[in-house]
C-alpha cells in the first residue's frame, strides 16, 4: 500500500504551541500483531480495557505497586497525625517530592521496587510516583496510576488502542469529589500544582473498572509575578532603590527550581530586573525559598549613575523601571495554529520614583487600557503626587488557549504595551519662584 501527499503547505514553527507534532499531516499506523517463531500470531491490545490490564500486569507497573512492611511502616509513622484523607495526602506527597530525588527521567515504567526506591531514595518519574501510590494506600487513601504523555510530545489520541504513545506515570487521587493529579518529582511543586507538560493532557486511569477511564489533567493555578519598585532619582540622574519580586503558583515554582542550578543573583537578573542592562544589581535576599505554600520573595537593591537623559533644563526617565517586555514574542503577520500559553498568567509592576524637589513634571503621561473581549488587558496608571511618580501597570492573560482569530488583536496588545512600557516623563526643573508652591496632581486621560 501506497500513499501519498501533494500540495502541502508551508510549516513553521511558532511561539506558543503545545507540539508541533498536533499539527503535521501524516499516517499513524498501529501494530495489530506479529508472527512468533514457533507459529501462530500473537495479538496486541485491541481495546484500551485490555491496554489496562496489560499495564497493570507489567512488571513496570502493577508489578511496583506492592504495599511492603517498610512501605506500610513509613505510611503509618507519616500520617499518625492526620485526621483527614486531604491531610494524608499532603504528607505522603510532601515527604516523597522532599526525600526521593528525581533522576531527570521521565517513564512510565518503573526501574525499581518500591523498598529499592526507599533505600536508593532516588529515581525516575515512574519510580517516584509509584511509591507515592503504594504509600497513599498503605495510608488508607485511594488512589489509582494514571498515564500520559508530555504536550512536548504531542497530544493523546484516544481512537487506537495503545500503550506505546505514553511518556508519564503519574498518581491520580479523589477526595470528596475533588481530583488531584500527582507528580513528585519536584520539591519546589506543592501538590495543588500539577506539572505544567502534563496540563490538559488525557490520561488514562489503570484500575481494576471493567471499563477503561480516562480523565482530563486539570488545575486552576495561574503563574503570578509582583514586582514593587521603590527608587529615587538624584538630579546628577543617579538612581537608587529596591525591587521585590513576589512570585506565586507557576511563577513560584518555577523560579524556586531556578534556585537550585542559578545563583540567586542570576535568578534576580531574568525573573526580576527582567534584563534591565540600565541598573546594576547590588545585593539580592531570598525569602520564603524552601516553603513552598507562600508565595517565594526575591529582594533587589539596585543602582545606576547614569539612569536618565539629561537637557538644559530638563530629566527625561522610563517611569516604569522594570518593563514586562521589550520583544513582541509574534514576529510573523498571520498564524497557523492556535495559541497556547498552558495556564493563566499575570504580571504587576507598581513603581514608586521620587524625583528631585528641584524638578516637576508638567505633562503627565496618559492612562491606557486594552482589552480582547476579557481574555487578555492591559493596564497601565499613572499619577504624580508631590515629587513622587507613581505608575502601576498589569498584564493579563486569562485564557489558556486562543484561535487563529485572535491572533491580530493578542499582537496588537503586546505592542500596544511595549510602546506604553517604553514612554518617558520629562521633569523640567522648576523657577525658583515654583520651588515653595506645591505642584497639584495632574488628572491624566485615558487611552483605549
Known sequence: TRWAMENLGAFRA???????????????????????????????PSTWEEVVTMLLESDGIGGRLEATSDVRRLAARLTEDC???????????DWVSTSVAWNGNDGVYAEQTTDEVLE???????????????????????ADVIVTRSRANG?????????????????????????????????????????????G?????????????????????????????????????????????????YAGVYIRSDLNDMAPIDVAWEDVMLGNDALSIDSVTIVDRDSTAKPLQVRVSVSSGNYARTGVAEIAVNPHIVCGRSVNPFTSPTRMFPIDYTYPREVTSYVNLTVPDSFEVKEPLRNKRFDLDGKATYVRLFSVEENVIHTVSTFRILARQFPVSDYPS???LYDEMIHAEAEEVVLYKKRPHDLAIPAVPAEPGWDH
Open 410 to 412: 493578542l499582537w496588537r
Open 155 to 199: 497530544a493523546v489520541q484516544t481512537v487506537l488502542p495503545s500503550a506505546d504513545q505514553f511518556d508519564i506515570g503519574m498518581a491520580h487521587v479523589t477526595i470528596d469529589s475533588t481530583e488531584f493529579f500527582l507528580d513528585a518529582t519536584n520539591p519546589s511543586r506543592p501538590f495543588t500544582i500539577v506539572p505544567a507538560n502534563v496540563l
Open 201 to 249: 493532557a488525557r490520561a488514562l486511569v489503570l484500575n481494576d473498572d471493567p471499563a477503561a477511564a480516562w480523565v482530563e489533567i486539570r488545575s486552576d493555578a495561574r503563574s503570578s509575578r509582583t514586582l514593587v519598585t521603590n527608587a529615587a532619582l538624584a538630579p546628577d540622574r543617579s538612581l537608587t532603590g529596591t525591587i521585590t519580586g513576589l512570585f506565586k503558583e
Open 14 to 44: 511558532e511561539p506558543f504551541v503545545t507540539s508541533l507534532e498536533d499539527h503535521y499531516s501524516k499516517v499513524d499506523i498501529r501494530l495489530a500483531g506479529y508472527a512468533l517463531p514457533t507459529g501462530g500470531v500473537k495479538l496486541v
Open 120 to 142: 536508593s531514595l532516588s529515581g525516575n518519574s515512574a519510580d517516584i510516583n509509584y511509591l507515592l501510590v503504594s504509600l497513599l494506600r498503605s495510608a488508607g487513601v485511594a
Open 83 to 93: 485526621g483527614s484523607p486531604l491531610e494524608k495526602m499532603k504528607a505522603v506527597y
